[in-house]
């Protein structure tokens, strides 16, 4: 997806900020963008490595943190102009609520990166027996459907049958 000047693109989950750090670039590499990025993390931990990490773009205006959970997003409706959220999912209890709420924040022509482990392989994970909410992929889609998202693309990232999900998701047309 192309990066329009002034982009609003938001990691939401950040964790080790890899999300961050890969939007970033993407503004960085946009003609002219004077756009921002928004991290969000319910981690005051992870909150503090990224303000460590990315000093710099936060001090330029280009990178934003906020601690938050995906069911209240720090934003206004239709704010957001494409965001990304992995291997997050695992920790919500409400799904079509989180959908819900990131579909509010979403622009009208917006995108949501949506990224998880397949859950046959990860049920073999010891870690994910650690409080991870494993989905069938299918429920995740239906999820999104009930919040007002179109999944446009499911690809699958690695080889095999524990290849990695994305889910590229649009705004269903009202």
Same mark, same amino acid.
């Given at each position: 997806m192309p990066?329009?000047?002034?982009?609003?693109?938001?990691?939401?989950?950040?964790?080790?900020?890899?999300?961050?750090e890969l939007l970033l670039d993407r503004l960085d590499q946009a003609d002219g963008a004077a756009g921002v990025v928004h991290g969000v993390d319910v981690?005051? &931990?992870?909150?503090?490595?990224? &303000?460590?990490?990315?000093?710099?773009?936060?001090?330029?205006?280009?990178l934003r943190l906020h601690r938050?959970?995906?069911e209240k997003l720090p934003f206004a409706d239709g704010a957001v102009d494409a965001a990304l959220t992995l291997n997050t999912i695992y920790f919500v209890p409400d799904l079509p609520a989180a959908f819900i709420e990131l579909r509010r924040v979403l622009h009208r022509n917006g995108l949501v990166a949506l990224g998880l482990g397949d859950p046959g392989a990860m049920a073999r994970m010891a870690v994910a027996r650690q409080g991870f909410r494993l989905r069938p992929v299918s429920e995740v889609i239906d999820a999104l459907s009930l919040s007002g998202l179109v999944v446009d693309q499911h690809r699958r990232v690695g080889k095999g049958d524990g290849a990695f999900h994305l889910l590229i998701a649009i705004p269903a047309p009202r």
């Open positions: 990066v329009r000047k002034g982009a609003v693109l938001a990691d939401i989950g950040f964790g080790g900020g890899l999300g961050l981690s005051q &931990t992870m909150i503090a490595d990224a &303000t460590r990490r990315f000093s710099r773009p936060i001090a330029d205006g280009r938050a959970p995906i």
